[in-house]
């Protein structure tokens, strides 16, 4: 965004006005990213199912699950990925254990802060109203989106 504004000849304060909208949403963005990666559905997402935890990947979804978890949850997230397959059984547990741990939830909280962060960002954007409307709406649609 920060640079379309520039191309544009955009002033340096709408430049930073994007920049301020664009970080919170990119960040929320990625958050929907993991939590899709583990719990999306194929069918929307296109992905295997519970294809970030069968590749391991070390999303913030998975750093909050093992920071919220306990030493046993810990061992239990360890055994199911370190496996040379991760099975429907293991990406069921490592499901269920990020969900006990609350990191699902902590992680929608910090989805909707980032959103929340982007709208107040786009109202501040020195444009025309719908301009902002159409950016509200684009982060609502892309913190909330299921594929």
């Given at each position: 965004?920060?640079?379309?504004?520039?191309?544009?000849?955009?002033?340096?304060?709408?430049?930073?006005s994007f920049?301020?909208?664009?970080?919170?949403?990119?960040?929320?963005?990625?958050?929907?990213?993991?939590?899709?990666g583990?719990?999306?559905?194929?069918?929307?997402?296109?992905?295997?199912?519970?294809?970030?935890l069968?590749?391991?990947?070390?999303?913030?979804?998975?750093?909050?699950?093992?920071?919220?978890?306990?030493?046993v949850?810990?061992?239990?997230?360890?055994?199911?990925?370190?496996?040379?397959?991760?099975?429907?059984?293991?990406?069921?547990?490592?499901?269920e254990?990020?969900?006990?741990?609350?990191?699902?939830?902590?992680?929608?909280?910090?989805?909707?802060?980032?959103?929340?962060?982007?709208?107040?960002?786009?109202?501040?954007?020195?444009?025309?109203?719908?301009?902002?409307?159409?950016?509200?709406?684009?982060?609502?649609?892309?913190?909330?989106?299921?594929?």
């Open positions: 965004m920060q640079l379309g504004a520039t191309l544009a000849g955009g002033d340096p304060v709408v430049v930073n920049s301020r909208y664009a970080l919170p949403l990119g960040e929320a963005f990625q958050l929907r990213d993991d939590l899709l583990a719990f999306g559905d194929p069918r929307l997402t296109g992905k295997p199912d519970g294809d970030d069968r590749a391991g990947k070390g999303t913030v979804l998975m750093a909050t699950t093992r920071e919220l978890a306990d030493d949850a810990r061992r239990a997230i360890d055994a199911h990925l370190r496996r040379e397959t991760v099975t429907e059984e293991d990406v069921a547990c490592l499901r254990i990020m969900v006990a741990t609350g990191a699902v939830k902590a992680i929608e909280e910090r989805i909707g802060r980032q959103m929340r962060a982007a709208v107040r960002a786009a109202d501040e954007i020195p444009t025309d109203t719908v301009v902002r409307e159409a950016l509200r709406d684009l982060a609502s649609r892309t913190a909330y989106r299921n594929h």
